[in-house]
């Protein structure tokens, strides 16, 4: 992506500003960031996304003091029958479901894909809000409709203590001590950094577009590899002990037995090389509630090749491509490049979209990448158009 500001999303700052600047660093208030917004989705929608089993959803409430949390998905009936107060409604994952959505994430691609995770809308009555906390990524927060009031502790260090009640069903502050107040109305963004303590509050019936990163702890990185590496290693031999000796104490473990075993374990090994292809297989993974819709009636190669140099093609929206500086990766799968034209695939990678021109190339090469782009097809990764 240019070096340039990016249609006001960013306050005029360029990406390269906006990432020495504020990225991992201080919040930023962004007035009118998508000037003239609109809600991507109306209630009716958001409500049906959270009455569906594929999707992630809360409801937060906070009445008499008390709060609760529920997890969907709901019935229609769940969400009719709520207060006109207090209460939220939290809907992962809105970009793999509605377009409009999907495009308000990859106006964030400043940022790697490998790091962008998904937009959350949350629609919120009067008083509703998820308590003040913090969150361990970043994240911008876009006001669709209505408005919200922010409170945040405006430095990490004000907020040191980050001890949370654990008697309550959301991890929320015990001492909040925020210093900075602000009301965002549609169109305006806040960009906070992991670990800094915030709280919104819905003025009025509201709603919020949470653009979040991925920032996985180092205990699930690697829980991850150690789980990807028992798929991927052979070792040989078994365990034998032809010199054994009678036992005086059966029940103690011996070195020499110690020994024998650590040998065979140390045949598990890894470098640079496995790493990286196992971050590529772990960066692209979709999540365990996505699922791909293949074609109903999907056309042959010959019919699609033609269909493709006139139309184009795009990659779903629940795909994710990515390449390191030797493999190529989708949704979890490390694939070969040899054969294949790489800097037509880097280009869908990058840009999501390739136009019919790029694909109308008969060459050995890019033929190849045609027939490699029909299975993906066939398997419902990317679509014709």
């Not at 979709?286 to 791909?292: E, I």
């Amino acid at each position: 992506m240019a070096d340039v500001a990016i249609n006001g999303l960013l306050g005029g700052l360029s990406a390269s500003a906006f990432l020495r600047k504020y990225w991992q660093k201080k919040p930023l208030l962004v007035r009118q960031a998508v000037d003239g917004f609109r809600d991507l989705l109306g209630r009716a929608e958001l409500f049906a996304l959270a009455g569906r089993d594929d999707v992630e959803s809360r409801l937060v409430r906070h009445a008499r003091g008390r709060w609760t949390l529920a997890q969907g998905p709901f019935r229609a009936a769940d969400l009719k029958n709520l207060p006109a107060r207090d209460w939220t409604l939290l809907v992962q994952g809105v970009n793999l479901h509605v377009a409009a959505v999907d495009a308000l994430l990859r106006r964030f691609a400043f940022i790697p894909y490998a790091r962008l995770d998904d937009v959350m809308v949350s629609y919120a009555v009067p008083g509703g809000g998820v308590g003040p906390h913090v969150d361990s990524y970043d994240v911008f927060l876009l006001q669709g409709e209505g408005r919200r009031r922010w409170q945040v502790s405006s430095t990490v260090n004000r907020q040191r203590d980050q001890a949370v009640d654990p008697s309550l069903p959301v991890k929320i502050l015990t001492r909040f001590r925020p210093d900075a107040e602000y009301t965002l109305t549609a169109g305006d963004m806040l960009y906070l950094p992991p670990a800094y303590a915030h709280d919104g509050v819905a003025v009025g019936t509201c709603t919020t577009y949470s653009i979040g990163f991925r920032a996985p702890s180092a205990q699930e990185l690697g829980t991850a590899f150690l789980d990807w590496m028992r798929d991927s290693i052979a070792l040989e031999g078994r365990y034998a002990d032809p010199s054994l000796a009678p036992a005086m104490e059966p029940a103690r473990i011996d070195p020499g037995m110690q020994k024998r075993y650590s040998a065979m374990l140390a045949g598990v090994r890894w470098g640079g090389a496995i790493v990286s292809r196992f971050l590529g297989c772990y960066l692209s993974e979709p999540k365990p509630n996505v699922f791909f819709e293949p074609p109903s009636r999907p056309l042959s190669l010959a019919a699609f090749r033609s269909a493709a140099a006139r139309r184009g093609i795009s990659l779903d929206r629940r795909t994710l491509l990515l390449y390191d500086g030797r493999n190529l990766f989708l949704n979890g799968v490390a694939l070969e490049s040899a054969g294949h034209d790489s800097t037509v695939i880097k280009r869908l990678a990058n840009t999501r979209h390739l136009s019919g021109t790029t694909l109308a190339d008969s060459s050995p090469p890019r033929a190849a990448t045609v027939a490699l782009f029909h299975r993906w097809y066939r398997d419902g990764f990317l679509h014709l158009g």
